[in-house]
């Protein structure tokens, strides 16, 4: 991971913080005073709702919420799953997330306004280069708004990505979170409400606000990530939700990347990605082959070869997708992707941006 990666942090070694922490949790973590912790969520959220839902799964089909939704489960949790419908879905995206649902959960599918989520993902993508905001905001404030609904007192997420790959380490020794944490590692510090103001009235953005400080307070709800509790890894998690769901994969690889079982959910992601290349200079695969570099899957010799094949590809394929969803022509989106093009570690090549120097 390279030092463009926000809120990295490197030991006096040159070790980034995730692969430090890759490091901890076989040898440092007490994996058992974790469960411990676990059962008592786990006890209160069964002794508080006795007779309706236990937890709020967040859940895409995809292989690490289908694995935690399973885990759950065999701790005699009773979860309500709830999905965010992402805009411009892949369709085996909506085809594992029926496999799943069919397999045995209640569910709730919410589709906040498509248009004016479009409104927001365009304000998002050209201030701040992220075509995903308006999604990745819903994930956060909806859920909440539906543990509030449903007097629902634990909330369990699947990684906490800071941790995991390379960002913040606040909540490295954490079980759970707040609304303070929600907006400052999971929104890049954007309260929702400021975002949107004056933009549309509370009522038309109803599943982009937090639910009331008065009724999270009197709900009080326990909000964890699963990867506290146990050694994450995203390749069990697919073997699993395999298994267990039916999870299929892409009959190609995914743009910028070598593998095909992971955010399968939205086209979306694969511009989310490739702006991340633009402003870091690293892209999904880098992401992905260090995920796999970690887990012993990969050396980084083999690693690096992958990088420089598909680190940063152009997602050529969805570019009329994304110009209909933003309303936008190809030169002012193209116009958007240039603006945040980091100059410092990126070229332009015959029309697209490269690394200056390749990975080494």
Known sequence: MPETRPRIQFDEKGFCNACGWSEEKKVDIDWGSRQDELHELVNFAKNRNKESFD??????????SSYVAYKLKELGLNPLTITLKPPLPFEIGEKNLENFINSGFDHIHITPNYELGSQIAKKAFIEQGQPMFAWIMSVQTAIFRCAVLF????????EEGEVEYGGSSKLK???TYNLEDSIKLYLSGQ?????????????QLYWWRYPSTEDFKKLNPSIAHWSYFENWDPYRNYMIAKEKYGLEESSERSIGTYTNFAQTDTKLYDLHAYLMFLKFGFGRCTQDVGIDIRRGA????????????????????YIDDYLNYFKMSIDEFNNVLDNFANKNVLHKVNGRWKLINKPE
């Open 55 to 64: 937890v709020i799964a967040p859940s895409s089909g995809g292989k690490d």
């Open 173 to 175: 020794n954490k079980a």
């Open 151 to 158: 007097d629902i007192p634990l909330v369990m997420f699947g």
């Open 191 to 203: 309260d929702p409400r400021v975002f949107t103001n004056n933009q549309f009235s509370d009522k």
């Open 298 to 317: 990969l050396t980084r010799k083999q690693g690096l070869e992958l990088v420089k094949l598909y680190d940063g590809e152009y997602p050529e394929p």
